[in-house]
């Protein structure tokens, strides 16, 4: 009977002729209204579709395809995502998320078309790396390009950044890496010889060493612009810390005229556009706690090279809850690099330090801003870790110099210190950012975490500590944060304190203080341990 | 003066002892209503945060940051979007898309609690993977798990598939793939020695010969319960043109009742949940555009041997537009097949086949249904290319049975065919199944598209004529689609009809009007191309 029916239909050999005119594609079919939807998707252009609109049908288009969206003469790439809610986008429109919506740069209800688009060309490059061959420079130059362009979905960036990890790459495209990166956004020029900069890869709470070596190096005389990130997984970048002190967030203009004016700033490197390739692969990178020498190495060296520096120092902590847990380890990232400064024309200086606890007490921007004020202050109670810490790596840096003999960089810098003339280029560089809004002095919400044993303090969990600082508010909350009682070797009876959390907001406080209850990152023991002298610092 | 109010700030070394009293959570701070977002993020779990949510800042979390939703004793993991728009999700509120909140399963407005959550455990291997590491069977067991779970974002779903490509995967490991995605969802039993399969891997438009196979293997007795996927990025699935006859969405128990009844069926294997894992990883897959052997052949194998098959023949076509484009290619992925297919206990036949041009005449589910009808009811009129090859590789099948002397199959089918056996066992498969809902006999919009020259057909593009058939509305509209009049070889003149495009709708039939006619997809010569020899059907 079906079958019947299906025999019926006749097989149209003899019909009538084609038509000819060209067919131009109707307005209302082709053409979708576009809306604002207030998601953010960080550096990832989407769009969304009304499951019942036409185009949808008609295209063939599938959730996660990605589309071109087209309206005069802008184009964007998007992801496709399908929506069964009039509210967020009718069938009639043309739903983009706050990036995407940003980057086409339309007012909303403007007219555009979509069409399908192939993955963005130099994709072509990271299928040849997926199968193993070695990239160019011009590979890296085009899937760059094509990231801060937001051509690439996170899906595309996972598959590059999968392919070009550990085994996947070699020095020599670590080296084009961090070139092509270098060159995808800004880059800053300071027309001398010899512009100082000094950077630590991370992981160590209170650690804010740049903030002493930049004055006592400019009150030397030495260029050290220096741009710095906010924290982004820790309780304060060096960024943070100086909010507290002085704006941060200058324009690459007026810091220039700060420059000018004291030879040196601290400041937040977002408005440069420095490397901004770096930023967006490194939002996808961090999701999937994938740790890549290659993509670390490219990531901090373009930021250096395009903030025009010269002369690196770089600090690498070792120690068991720090970014880097062994020596070997530590060792053989020192001599890539050292590989690719060199090759990349940057004079670069490897320093590895004891990453084995907290530097200096505080841990939050305010804190941390007292530590290093104390410090300038020659303050008797200055944490003396951080002073020692920064003396070396200013003097390190002060030999930069070719006029600073081998081995003089420590005492010329403790004569800057202890002379008084960083703390008052740390005032100069202060009154030309302009000074921050001024905070209270203290945060309303506080309680000492005390030691559950009697003991010496045997290990501090910098990861542990970290967390429970951020809990605390830190560094949105600039007066949140972790004030530390005791370090490592110290001795402790039940009951004294070991640190104290400090909090803005009830909700934060209780998330601290629970987490602290529950493991307050300190381990107890009868004896010291013993102290690791193979660390040059 | 700055400096000075930082001084200000005493260092806390002697102060009020510490509480002690054990916190709880506030429910305020920790608890949020959960919200359904109709956004179909296909198999990702998404949650829409409020950019000023509590929780938000005192968490620390990120946007695409990985969160834990916890509700009773249900827990699920989803990557975080950040929102700024109260229409989407409040303040208080958790935001879930359609995936997610399914597979939480709570009502709206139920509290649930969020918390951090690391990556999914067994990413530990897929950096393993990265780092060049070979993977085990309970690696990709326990990969192919959490994938099934939907606890890989899409990201790390892209890091596994480009870590595991050509370069990156041997054929042991595809094996121990094929083996951990077949066990990611049910599998099908049929209590037979011999179960017979026969799949193509696709990319040839019309090529509906899986309608003839079953029904002439099933005449002749052996047990073939055909499970078919819908159109992906084809203008129709065997599962598509099957449903213009008879239902297709059987579930499991009707699909064996059917089986039982006739020894065949031909459905859609979306109900049976055979190799869930597979489908999801192809969700990312398809958008990368990168093509793997390992995982097609994991993903066609997996889905086989979910299904009970015992015996597979499996069509490889071959041509300058097909799926695989060189002889060599084919060879290798033939090897792999048998590789695999061998050391998973499943008999497995290749024929390597002319992938030069589109089978049959009609392109979409209707038009395709229409020519395997007219194949069964031995009409004069059958298309002559789509009933060869279907005798070719139903021989073949039953080859499997024993009892058939190699070289016999194609007799034996032919008879089969010939004496409308095939018929009778077609008609009884739509009988058991259930007819379908009776379409109208024809497509109301319709246009020949014309020769522009005299000459032969040298060239017939299936990626351009499939694109056409899709636009006009295949799969969706069964009776859109291309009619082709001519194919490779045929002599035309100018202005004669090369193929009539069919359409329900006038902005389908636009769009696939507009594209044929800048680019018909047919390419005519002076002379007809030479034929291809070494194929084997």
Chains 1, 2 share one sequence.
């Not at 009150?219 to 507290?244: E, F, N, Q």
């Amino acid at each position: 009977m079906l079958a019947t029916c299906v025999r019926m239909w006749s097989f149209p050999r003899t019909s009538t002729p084609a038509m000819t005119t060209k067919v131009t594609l109707p307005d209302s079919g082709g053409m979708l209204k576009i809306r604002r939807v207030a998601i953010d998707t960080y550096h990832e252009n989407v769009a969304f579709l009304h499951r019942n609109c036409a185009l949808y049908r008609a295209e063939g288009f599938q959730a996660l395809s990605k589309v071109e969206i087209q309206a005069n003469n802008n184009r964007i790439n998007a992801v496709l995502n399908i929506v069964d809610d009039d509210n967020i986008v009718s069938p009639d429109e043309l739903g983009l998320a706050e990036q995407a919506f940003d980057q086409l740069g339309m007012e909303e209800g403007h007219l555009v078309q979509i069409a399908h688009t192939s993955p963005p060309r130099s994709m072509e490059a990271v299928r040849r790396k997926i199968n193993g061959e070695r990239l160019t420079l011009n590979d890296f130059r085009n899937i760059t390009r094509d990231i801060t362009d937001n051509r690439y979905s996170k899906v595309e960036m996972a598959a590059f950044l999968a392919s070009s990890m550990q085994s996947g790459i070699d020095r020599e495209e670590i080296m084009s890496l961090t070139r092509a990166m270098t060159e995808t956004g800004e880059q800053l020029h300071w027309d001398e010889p010899l512009v100082a900069d000094k950077h630590c890869i991370g992981g160590i709470p209170g650690n804010r060493t740049t903030m002493l070596v930049v004055p006592i190096a400019a009150a030397h005389g030495l260029l050290i612009p220096k741009t710095s990130s906010r924290a982004i997984t820790s309780p304060a970048g060096t960024a943070d810390t100086m909010s507290v002190l002085a704006r941060v967030d200058l324009t690459p203009e007026e810091m220039h005229t700060v420059v000018d004016r004291t030879r040196a700033c601290l400041v937040w490197g977002g408005n440069a556009r420095l490397a901004p390739a770096d930023d967006i692969l490194i939002s996808v990178e961090r999701p999937l706690g994938i740790d890549s020498e290659g993509q670390m190495i490219a990531s901090i060296l373009s930021k250096k090279l395009a903030a025009g520096s010269t002369h690196l120092l770089l600090d690498i902590p070792v120690g068991p809850t720090a970014k880097v847990r062994h020596m070997n380890q530590a060792l053989s990232l020192r001599k890539l690099f050292e590989f690719v400064g060199d090759r990349l024309g940057i004079h670069l200086e490897v320093v590895i330090s004891d990453g084995s606890q907290p530097i200096g007490r505080g841990i939050g921007p305010a804190l941390e801003a007292r530590d290093v004020m104390q410090v300038l202050h020659n303050d008797p109670d200055a944490p003396d870790d951080l002073r020692q810490k920064a003396l070396y790596l200013a003097g390190r840096v002060l030999e930069f110099d070719p006029d600073v003999r081998g081995g003089q960089g420590f005492h010329l810098a403790r004569d800057i210190l202890e002379s008084g003339r960083a703390l008052k280029k740390m005032q100069d560089i202060i009154k030309a950012q302009g000074p921050a809004t001024p905070i209270a002095p203290t945060a309303p919400l506080n309680i000492d975490i005390t030691a559950p044993e009697d003991g010496y303090i045997t290990a501090i969990n910098n990861y542990q500590i970290g967390r429970i600082a951020r809990l605390a508010g830190a560094p949105m909350d600039l007066n949140a944060g972790v004030d530390l009682y005791v370090k490592l070797g110290d001795k402790i009876s039940q009951g004294e304190p070991l640190y104290r959390i400090q909090a803005e907001f009830p909700a934060d406080f209780a998330f601290a203080r629970d987490l602290a209850e529950r493991d307050n990152g300190f381990r107890i023991g009868a004896q010291p341990a013993a102290s690791r002298s193979y660390l040059e610092i």
